[in-house]
């Protein structure tokens, strides 16, 4: 097994904030960082800033013309040895001189992982892979979800009551959760590519559905599944100039055998659009669909500090007969959001 | 108002301390804390230890043979004014010299608040009193409830899932937390004097009902709502010799309008048995009562991490038709129990 220094460990976790920077703009590609270090000392720094435009190792180089005269490059994710929207990596970094290359992950695209490793090490260059390799992978879970299952990476958002409620049998659901948790759905969804609901919830809430949060340019698609092609009145908030919007109707979408939409089928067309994340808001009936397909990655649960009753509906229509057949999740993180506690949860 | 220095904050902060070292002896008496000092130096330490015996203000005065030679006494609760089944604390704190008695709260005993601070001052004796006054009440607030109201601390104990579920639509429901919670609700049972649930509960599961904690010597009521007068088989589990059991039925009990075991009654038959705090342990229909007849003062959530589905029993039985008549709660406390999370929160 590689082994690596408490400086490797250092510089990559650098590399991991510097990827982050990208959240916004990167859009379908994956978050990048780079820092390169000479003698203990960082040469340059680097990200993937925005879809299309230079890679993270391209931007540090960039900042030192190319010229490192034998020193470590840390990059969170392998170097791409392919020519697309920019030329490729790998045979850059050789020419900069690159002594000694770090890597957090390889390529989770099965068509070019290890390509990239293999160009530098072939080239001489000395190559370790693996330094941090959970994190980077948390970082582009969406990203590497596709690519090696053509399916986008699934949350979903429930603001329920304590008892686990979403609304009152009357259909009243409206302000559950505070001001607070409120806001942090609007990050929530600036960090996704797309935000799913259902028609129902359409036609009953007229939802704008956008990222409405200051200094954040996020446009995340807005998509909603229309199995009875219910979604006619152009007039509806969701067809605003805001945002593009994609209506998924019998028209367009193939059914499953019990005539509904098959809602794979769905996210495999969003993940042919480059889509890596699905922020789904919807209510008990397309959120139990989703979860009954093994389509949901990740929960937040926003819970107010209310009880609802008996009488009111619950958050996932899914019928489950015996307790060995229940859902069980792993709790990730519990915090108050204002008043309200937010549960982040991975389906196990 | 009265004003408090440093030292004094930090005196009473060590009574509050040493008084909750009796929690598990003083049954029906508050936890009280006492604290000698002299020129900044502690001269005794003293809490009420086991019910019926010593106050807190005595046991500290014996460590000194009653000399305070004008000491400052601090005490989270008003010296007594009367003979019980221990003589007046005030008169003893006056024959021992003490110079200035700072005191948390007052007595909540509405015949008797105050007096201990009179004879006190009458005697000339600088009394203060307030200091940390709200967590000297959270202390004993099964205390002060019955004594204000003839009514003990009512808290409800639910283990369910994170979608507010606790037994499956076959009555299914054991082991939905995990056996660190389980431990927890141990604990909670030693805190309080009774445990009150329905004869469903005793008929489906016959449970012991007891406190099985190393080294806690706790011995709650086991109480029993049985308003059909179900339970006769004197050979249940709850009936064993390791505690006192008392079932309510309409034998000994009023109903109420709806011909219903008067639930209100209840409580006020235990507080007459000095019965500060109850610990309610019960199915979703007696659980929805109490809390429909605001008998509920705090509820302990063990939410586990799975998923039981919408055709799972909710937590509570309770009809609430409109947003605005939910519940509101106040989240006192979150935090991982195990895989559990334990949500501590009272009724607004």
């Known amino acids: ?4 220094s408490k400086n490797d460990t250092h510089f990559m ?3 991991l904030q510097l990827a982050r920077k990208g959240r916004y703009g990167v859009a379908s590609n994956p978050m990048v960082g780079c820092v390169i270090v000479k003698d203990n000392k960082i040469l340059a720094e680097g990200y ?3 879809f299309g435009k ?12 190319h010229q490192t005269d034998g020193a470590t490059l840390y990059v969170t994710l392998e170097p791409c040895a392919h020519q697309g929207k920019t030329p490729p990596c790998a045979q850059t970094i050789i020419d900069a001189s690159v002594k000694e290359v770090v890597i957090a992950t390889l390529d989770p695209n099965p068509l070019v992982s290890g390509k990239g490793v293999a160009i530098l090490a072939d080239a001489g260059i000395v190559v370790k892979t693996g330094l941090l390799e959970n994190e980077s992978k948390e970082l582009n879970r969406g990203f590497i979800k596709r690519m090696e299952t053509g399916l986008p990476f699934v949350t979903c958002k429930i603001a329920m009551s304590i008892d686990g409620k979403t609304s009152m049998a009357s259909g009243q659901s409206k302000w559950i959760t505070g001001k607070e948790a409120r806001q942090d759905v609007q990050k929530l969804r600036a960090k996704n590519q797309a935000i799913l609901t259902g028609s129902s919830t359409i036609l009953a809430d007229n939802p704008l559905m956008t990222v409405r949060l200051d200094g954040v340019d996020s446009t995340p698609l807005r998509v909603v599944i229309d199995g009875k092609n219910q979604i006619t009145d152009t007039t ?4 605003s100039n805001d945002a593009n919007t994609k209506i998924f109707n019998s ?8 005539g509904k939409l098959d809602l794979h089928h769905v996210l495999v067309q969003l993940a042919q659009q480059n889509i890596n994340s699905v922020l789904l808001e919807a209510g008990p009936k397309l ?3 989703m979860v009954e397909e093994g389509l949901v990655d990740e929960f937040i649960f926003y819970t107010a500090p209310i009880l609802m009753g008996s009488h009111a509906t619950s958050m996932m229509a899914l019928a489950i007969q015996q307790m060995d057949e229940c859902l069980a999740l792993n709790i990730r993180d519990i915090r108050m959001v204002g008043n309200d506690i937010k549960i982040t949860a991975i389906l196990k």
Chains 1, 2 share one sequence.
Not at 1 to 4: H, K, L, S, V
Not at 251 to 258: C, P, S, V, W, Y
Request: hydrophobic share 45%.
């Open 287 to 289: 959120i139990g669909a």
């Open 251 to 258: 028209g367009n979408t193939q059914l499953n055998k019990a």
């Open 1 to 4: 097994m590689t082994t690596f």
């Open 48 to 50: 993937h800033q925005t």
């Open 236 to 239: 509806l908030k969701i067809f």
């Open 54 to 65: 230079e890679h993270a190792e391209i931007n540090a180089l960039t900042q030192i013309n």
């Open 13 to 15: 976790s650098l590399a």
